[in-house]
């Protein structure tokens, strides 16, 4: 059982979804933001596809080119409480 603290939280910021899709990713499993954004596309993918919601996917498909997260190197990110959301965006 992995501790509450070994994980981070992100979230899409994105003016093409109303929802809030979040992911928690162990930090033990990634070591850039690049690994960061692709687990995130396909946690987020794949809770698209479990649950059959086909529109969210195509828009989702549509950005996940553009995610990014703002101002933050892995070492901020390692650094960020586990409780606090981290955000990926795909505008600005
Ligand atoms: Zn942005």
Do not use: W
């Amino acid at each position: 059982m992995k501790k509450e603290e070994e994980f981070r939280y992100f979230e899409l910021s994105s003016n093409a979804f109303d929802d809030i899709y979040g992911t928690k990713i162990l930090l033990s499993e990634v070591n850039t933001i690049d690994d960061i954004i692709k687990i995130f596309i396909k946690n987020t993918e794949d809770l698209f596809k479990i649950h059959n919601m086909e529109k969210q996917l195509k828009v989702f498909i549509n950005i996940k080119s553009l995610l990014h997260i703002h101002d933050k190197t892995m070492v901020d990110i390692i650094n960020t409480p586990c409780n606090e959301t981290i955000y990926i965006c795909n505008h600005c």
